[in-house]
Every structure is written in C-alpha cells, then in structure tokens.
C-alpha cells in the first residue's frame, strides 16, 4: 500500500514536470513537493522506526549535498568567466562565411567546449554567439540544432561536462580517465554523423553580421585573460585532485571556487564598489539557475524514497528477467531520456544496479552516461541544453522534431554501436 501510494506521487509529480510549459508551474517546485512528500508516505505508513528512516533520509541527503555543492561551485565560476568576458577570447576566433565550414566549427567547439564546461551553459555562449553571426533566423535554427546535440555529446564523455556523468563520478560509477577514454570515440561520432549528414544542406556563404562597438569588453585584456585562463584550469584540474588526494570532487571544486574567488577581489580592488561588484563571486552566485539545482534536489529526493522502499530493486530484477540484454536497457533509457529528464532516469538506474555486482567502470555505467547524454538530442525537450535553446530562440518542439531529430537519432545509434563494437 505504501509502495504504491509512493510510486502514485511519484508519477503525478512527473507529470507535472514534463508537462511545465503547459501548466504553468516550474519543475523545480513540483520536484521539491514530490520527494518531500514520497519521504513523508514512508515514514508515517511504512511501518519502520523513525530512527531508521531518518538514517536512510540522512544518508541520501549526503550523496544530493554533494552534488548540488559541486554544481553550485562549477556554475559560479563558469557565470565568473562570463561576467569578464571570457567566452569573447572563443567566440573571436569565428572568420568564416562559408555555411558547411561555419557548421563544423561551431559543431566541434561547443563539442569540445561542453567537455570543459557543461552542456547548459555552453548552449547559452554558441546561441548567444549566433544571434551576433547569422542574422537568418531558419538558417540560424539548423546552426542552434548542431550546438544542442554537440553539447550534449561533449558533456557525456568527462565528468564535468554534463550532470548525469558529474552524479556517476561521484557515486563512484565511473573514474575520470576511464570515462575519458571510453567515450570520446563514441561521442564525437554522435556529432560526426549528423554534421555530416546535415553538411549536405548547407550550400554557398553566409553574410555575417558586423559586431557592434558596444560589444567589447568592459574591463582590460589582461584581467579577462587572467580569469578566464584560471577558470578553464582549476576546472580541468578537479578530476586531477580528486586523482591525487582522493578526496570527494566536491572538494576540489570548492579549492577551485575559493581560488577564483580570491584573485577576482585581488584584480578589482583598487576600482569603485559600484564596478568592483559586477565582478565579483557574490554577484555570479546571484546570476546562476539555483532552480535548476532545486529541481535535481527535489528529483534525488523522490529517487532515494523510491529506493528505500525496494521499488528500483524489483525493477531492475523485472528488467533483467523480461529483457535480460543490459546494453538495450540502457539504451532505452537513453532513448526514454528524449521525453523525460536524464537526471532521474541516471538516477534510478544508480539504484538499480549496485557496485557489487557492476563495478566502477562496468560498461553498464560507461553506456549510460553515453545514451543518457546523447540521448536527450533527440527531442529538444530532452535536454538542459534543448530548453534552454528553445526558450532563447523560441525554436519549437515540431520544427526541431521535422529537422534535427533524426540527425540526432542517427548519431545516438552511430555511437552507441561504436561503443558496443569497442566493448566486444
């Protein structure tokens, strides 16, 4: 009974998340109510002692602390980088007016971007870079795809670059390097073949549009290069720390954070208050999506009660009896990840599979952060990275649906079977 009270909650809480746009309530307060009141159903009628649930509610509240610092941390120096400019030292370089060659840069360096970032935020600095670029709004569209489906392939292959692969590193999945090494290859194909495949619409030049004088940077050359060299570095090295000291990620980017946050006011402080605090940590921590870090809280939450009461447990048992192959379970999460978030999907399936019987670095764990993050290309409401294109752009879900989706979907199986084949 309260089993299925929890997973009744549990549904109607997701409905409500991938039914935002059209009832009006933000995801991340349906989020929050839901795994608040899965945890109130198990401790007022699951017939265990107090004591007991709040050790389970404790220990689950350390693994999504964790996290959510972690996030909080890399999102503050990413917004840090921003406010100084930093992103104009990428964006610059960009020269060309021919439309396949302008695809493929903009393709491979919000690939390669979104591996040291993340695939949120790297969407944010390609389409706000192409709205200064292609004044063509259908032409900028297709220009928009690619950056969805490359950002979300660049994200899937380190630790940082996306939120599903940050949440297996730290719950001990996957290794950095490892991680690293196993899906480059399969992620750069899931951006190859659709580049390719749509290079073959693009014909003839672009006229790209001249940037205004307004858009130079405010500060001097040298403190944007400053910033922006350091925060790329202190966030490449935090799997380096976490190598080394074996300390929680969390740990090293927080050492990064606190860095950052000591040179920025060393740079700034000889300029008026007024200037200095546009610069400054305590005005990134403003600007970052703390709803987003709410909603993953609230997601967790209803994951972990859903664990407790041995509900993940029986599904992963039913599964592995009615399907029994693990590589098409997990590539129908991938596929499922285009209609509902990746994040819970990663997370149940966390709780699935334990370590004991899938090590760090199984192939089950490996596969998943693959089709779970190139997976979401495939509609663009399956991604962070999708809504936030959509909602800048305005681009809607029929037209990404008739003239992206299945590029993306033909990249998602390109890789995945690479993946497979390197496997054996």
Same mark, same amino acid.
């Given at each position: 009974?309260? #089993?299925?009270?929890?997973?009744?909650?549990?549904?109607?809480? !997701?409905?409500?998340?991938?039914?935002?746009?059209?009832?009006?309530?933000?995801?991340?307060?349906?989020?929050?109510?839901?795994?608040?009141?899965? +945890? #109130?159903?198990?401790?007022?009628?699951?017939?265990? /002692?107090?004591?007991? =649930?709040?050790?389970?509610?404790?220990?689950?509240?350390? $693994?999504?602390?964790? %996290?959510?610092?972690?996030?909080?941390?890399?999102?503050?120096?990413?917004?840090?980088?921003?406010?100084?400019?930093?992103?104009? %030292?990428?964006?610059?370089?960009?020269?060309?007016? $021919?439309?396949?060659?302008?695809? +493929?840069?903009?393709?491979?360096?919000?690939?390669?971007?979104?591996?040291?970032?993340?695939?949120?935020?790297?969407?944010?600095?390609?389409?706000?870079?192409?709205?200064?670029?292609?004044?063509?709004?259908?032409?900028?569209?297709?220009?928009? /795809?690619? @950056?969805?489906?490359?950002?979300?392939?660049?994200?899937? +292959?380190? *630790?940082?670059?996306?939120?599903?692969? #940050?949440?297996?590193?730290?719950?001990?999945?996957?290794?950095?390097?490892?991680?690293?090494?196993?899906?480059?290859?399969?992620?750069?194909?899931?951006?190859?073949?659709?580049? @390719?495949?749509?290079?073959?619409?693009?014909?003839?030049?672009?006229?790209?549009?001249? *940037?205004?004088?307004?858009?130079?940077?405010?500060?001097?050359?040298?403190?944007?290069?400053?910033?922006?060299?350091?925060?790329?570095?202190?966030?490449?090295?935090? *799997?380096?720390?976490?190598? !080394?000291?074996?300390?929680? *990620?969390?740990?090293?980017?927080?050492?990064?954070?606190?860095?950052?946050?000591?040179?920025?006011?060393?740079?700034?402080?000889?300029?008026?208050?007024?200037?200095?605090?546009?610069?400054?940590?305590?005005?990134?921590?403003?600007?970052?999506?703390?709803?987003?870090?709410?909603?993953?809280?609230?997601?967790? &939450?209803?994951?972990?009660?859903?664990?407790?009461?041995?509900?993940?447990?029986?599904?992963? #048992?039913?599964?592995?009896?009615?399907?029994?192959?693990?590589?098409?379970?997990?590539?129908?999460?991938?596929?499922?990840?285009?209609?509902?978030?990746?994040?819970?999907? @990663?997370?149940?399936?966390?709780?699935?599979?334990?370590?004991?019987?899938?090590?760090?670095?199984?192939?089950?764990?490996?596969? &998943?952060?693959?089709?779970?993050?190139?997976?979401?290309?495939?509609?663009?409401?399956? $991604?962070?990275?999708? =809504?936030?294109?959509?909602?800048?752009?305005?681009? $809607?879900?029929?037209?990404?649906?008739?003239?992206?989706?299945?590029?993306?979907?033909?990249?998602?199986?390109?890789?995945?079977?690479?993946?497979?084949?390197?496997?054996?």
């Amino acid at each position: 009974m309260i #089993t299925t009270l929890i997973i009744i909650v549990f549904c109607f809480g !997701y409905l409500f998340i991938a039914a935002e746009q059209i009832v009006k309530i933000n995801k991340a307060a349906v989020a929050i109510v839901t795994g608040v009141l899965c +945890w #109130t159903i198990y401790t007022l009628g699951g017939g265990i /002692g107090v004591d007991q =649930v709040n050790m389970e509610l404790f220990s689950h509240l350390a $693994s999504i602390s964790e %996290i959510l610092f972690f996030l909080l941390s890399a999102m503050t120096i990413v917004e840090l980088i921003d406010a100084h400019d930093g992103f104009d %030292i990428i964006t610059s370089v960009i020269r060309t007016r $021919s439309k396949v060659r302008l695809l +493929w840069i903009i393709g491979l360096l919000s690939f390669f971007l979104s591996a040291i970032l993340d695939n949120l935020t790297t969407t944010i600095v390609m389409v706000s870079l192409l709205r200064k670029l292609i004044e063509d709004r259908d032409t900028r569209f297709y220009y928009i /795809g690619v @950056v969805v489906i490359a950002a979300n392939a660049g994200g899937a +292959w380190t *630790p940082i670059g996306d939120v599903t692969t #940050t949440m297996l590193w730290i719950g001990h999945q996957i290794t950095a390097w490892n991680i690293m090494k196993e899906l480059f290859l399969p992620s750069l194909v899931s951006l190859l073949v659709p580049l @390719v495949l749509i290079s073959f619409r693009m014909k003839g030049e672009l006229m790209l549009m001249q *940037p205004s004088n307004d858009s130079r940077p405010k500060i001097s050359i040298a403190e944007r290069n400053i910033i922006f060299y350091l925060g790329l570095t202190s966030l490449i090295c935090v *799997p380096l720390f976490k190598t !080394y000291t074996h300390l929680p *990620p969390v740990m090293g980017i927080l050492l990064a954070l606190g860095i950052l946050w000591i040179i920025t006011e060393k740079i700034h402080r000889r300029k008026p208050e007024e200037k200095k605090d546009v610069y400054s940590v305590v005005r990134a921590l403003q600007r970052i999506d703390v709803t987003s870090v709410l909603f993953f809280m609230g997601i967790l &939450l209803a994951i972990g009660a859903l664990e407790s009461v041995g509900l993940l447990h029986q599904l992963a #048992t039913l599964m592995n009896e009615k399907v029994g192959n693990l590589s098409l379970i997990i590539m129908a999460t991938g596929l499922a990840s285009a209609i509902v978030d990746n994040v819970p999907l @990663v997370a149940a399936t966390m709780h699935m599979y334990d370590l004991q019987n899938y090590p760090t670095d199984n192939f089950v764990w490996e596969f &998943l952060a693959y089709c779970a993050g190139t997976g979401g290309s495939i509609l663009i409401i399956g $991604s962070a990275a999708g =809504v936030a294109a959509m909602g800048m752009e305005q681009i $809607s879900f029929g037209w990404y649906l008739r003239k992206i989706a299945i590029y993306a979907l033909a990249g998602f199986f390109a890789g995945a079977m690479l993946y497979m084949m390197m496997e054996g």
